[in-house]
């Protein structure tokens, strides 16, 4: 790990038994003495537990699993853990865990703050081996090239998890030391990530007491307004820190309150998803949308779908700033929520808006994301996180580009069956390529919400089991649901060409073929015409998985190179077809 963040390849701590525990990359004697003999053998059996933890076999001796709030799981030793900690020791001996044959949970037993693998796993190894080692790289480490790394988000995350993973598993030595790591660094954290370690240091309570302390007196002298105290931190803990403001003159005595009630009114019924409401309380005129900020409260607090509705409204300006100077997309980056920055951006949010401290939201959104997700993303939130940054890029970098979306859609002209045969297939095409660039725009779009037309009515204008409605004969006589459809479509696709060039120009590329569309189409085909297409149609799947081998590699090679270049997500290979009627 980076040697800013307060850790060196070397770190001695001693536990509860009187061991001392030095963490290396290597032994480090001195050539001029040898180690006293007692040493040598601790070094031995800390070398010897600690490859039984790395060891690719650890699975086959182990006989317990801890299993990770993602699904993951740990294999354990019952015999190891129970005689280096005496919280495990009652774990597994409850009968409880004799009942699940030793499989038990980690959200059971660290129930207040999430654990992550990584910190689970640099756990687990001090209690086997007695050492603290040096981090993987890119662990604590921001996509943000300019960042020092010494407290960005990453780095207070992990050591955070560590903490409190140390607390609940009642080993007295590593919380020590990790909260002398995270007092080293506190005076270069943000006053949001300081929320984080207040928040844990107060749940380890006496055995954090330094930290705890440390914590508040940073929060006193902050601009973390009430709303974002009470949000992150129990009652007592936002009193404390209040009514030190107060004390010391830093704010006035009726700002130490909550929010006047009016604007309070608005903010519970945004908690409910309840915009009617907020249209009820703003037309009693006490306050504006504005005023009460209560955009950046669901931006930040609410869900996409509230925060949608509530921009619907269009009675709040969304570059307006806080009393923090954030504006609405600069909560929005630090929300991570890739649907509801889209929507900001769409109702022209500006993404060059500085804070106070002259962040834009791009640079807040890197600096809250891990390296090692942004490159190699499996899971969801690490998928969601890359897309955060990908999508504030693309809006700094250009505006939307002008035209048909590809070359087939220009083709079908005011064809309206045509039309529709193409967006059907290109959304489907999306959602099967760029599912979760898909799932954003289509959200967004609304598309879920429309009456989908069947396939054979696209297909076939000779169709005996047609509906009511010919697309090609009387095109003005389309049922309303199916226009509404059309353009839920034609508005996915315009904001997956805004937002996600790459993967239109993916899309584009396949779409262009020119049977592509008559390939969805077998219902009234010969035997001999089905085989000609099915032929066809196994060559496009050919070029189809080629092209998306490319797009990967390029997309690989970039993000080595550049953390700031435009790249697509790296996803799962497809494993689906076009859609073929037969």
């Given at each position: 790990m980076d040697s800013r963040l307060g850790?060196?390849?070397?770190?001695e701590i001693s536990n509860s038994s009187g061991i001392c525990c030095v963490a290396t990359n290597?032994?480090?004697?001195?050539?001029?003495?040898?180690?006293?003999?007692?040493v040598a053998a601790l070094s031995r059996l800390s070398e010897n537990l600690?490859?039984?933890?790395e060891t690719q076999e650890f699975d086959f001796f182990s006989d317990a699993k801890m299993v990770l709030e993602d699904g993951r799981e740990v294999p354990v030793h019952r015999c190891i853990l129970s005689a280096r900690s005496a919280f495990f020791k009652n774990v597994f001996s409850s009968s409880a865990a004799k009942e699940r044959c030793g499989k038990f949970e980690l959200k059971e037993l660290a129930k207040d703050h999430g654990v992550g693998f990584d910190a689970v796993v640099a756990v687990l190894g001090y209690l086997y081996s007695g050492r603290v080692k040096s981090l993987p790289k890119g662990l604590c480490v921001c996509v943000d090239d300019d960042c020092s790394h010494f407290g960005c988000r990453p780095a207070v995350d992990f050591m955070v998890q560590v903490l409190y993973a140390s607390y609940i598993f009642q080993i007295s030595e590593l919380v020590a030391l990790y909260q002398r790591h995270l007092l080293d660094i506190l005076d270069r954290v943000a006053p949001d990530d300081i929320?984080?370690?207040?928040?844990?240091?107060?749940?380890?309570?006496?055995m954090c007491e330094r930290l705890l302390v440390r914590c508040i007196e940073l929060m006193v002298k902050s601009d973390v307004d009430v709303i974002t105290l009470d949000k992150a931190l129990p009652q007592n803990?936002?009193?404390?820190?209040?009514?030190?403001?107060?004390e010391l003159g830093l704010d006035r005595p009726e700002s130490i309150s909550f929010p006047e009630k009016h604007v309070k009114r608005i903010h519970r019924a945004l908690d409910s998803d309840d915009v009617e409401l907020v249209r009820m309380l703003l037309k009693e005129g006490h306050t504006n949308l504005d005023d009460a900020h209560a955009l950046h409260y669901a931006v930040a607090y609410c869900d996409a779908k509230t925060t949608t509705e509530l921009l619907d409204l269009g009675l709040a300006d969304v570059n307006h700033k806080n009393s923090r100077g954030y504006t609405v997309l600069h909560v929005a980056a630090m929300r991570k929520e890739p649907k509801i920055i889209v929507s900001l951006l769409t109702k022209g949010a500006q993404p060059s808006d500085l804070t106070l401290d002259g962040r834009k939201a791009l640079q807040i959104s890197k600096r809250l994301t891990k390296a090692v997700d942004y490159y190699k993303s499996t899971d969801e939130g690490s998928s969601k996180d890359r897309l955060c940054i990908e999508i504030l890029e693309q809006a700094e970098r250009?505006?939307?580009?002008l035209?048909?979306?590809s070359l087939s859609l220009a083709m079908a002209g005011d064809d309206l069956r045509m039309k529709m045969l193409y967006l059907e297939n290109r959304v489907g095409l999306a959602k099967l390529l760029f599912p979760i660039e898909a799932k954003v725009v289509m959200d967004i779009a609304q598309v879920d919400g429309t009456s989908e037309l069947p396939l054979a009515d696209l297909c076939s204008s000779n169709s005996t089991k047609r509906s009511t409605v010919d697309l090609n004969e009387a095109p003005f006589k389309i049922k309303e649901e199916h226009l509404i459809r059309m353009r839920a479509l034609s508005r996915t696709v315009e904001l997956g060409k805004r937002f996600f060039p790459r993967c239109s120009e993916v899309l584009n590329k396949i779409m262009d073929a020119d049977d592509l569309s008559q390939l969805a189409c077998m219902g009234n085909d010969t035997p001999e015409e089905r085989l000609v297409k099915r032929r066809r149609y196994t060559e496009l799947q050919e070029v189809l998985s080629k092209a998306f081998d490319e797009d990967k590699e390029e997309f690989d090679r970039s993000t080595m190179s550049s953390s700031s270049s435009s790249t697509s997500i790296g996803v799962a290979r497809p494993n689906g077809k076009l859609a073929m009627k037969n």
């Open positions: 850790f060196s390849d070397s770190n290597g032994e480090t004697h001195s050539t001029h003495e040898l180690p006293a003999p007692g600690g490859s039984i933890f929320l984080v370690v207040l928040s844990v240091a107060n749940i380890c309570d006496k803990i936002v009193k404390r820190i209040m009514d030190k403001r107060l250009r505006e939307p580009l035209g048909e979306a």
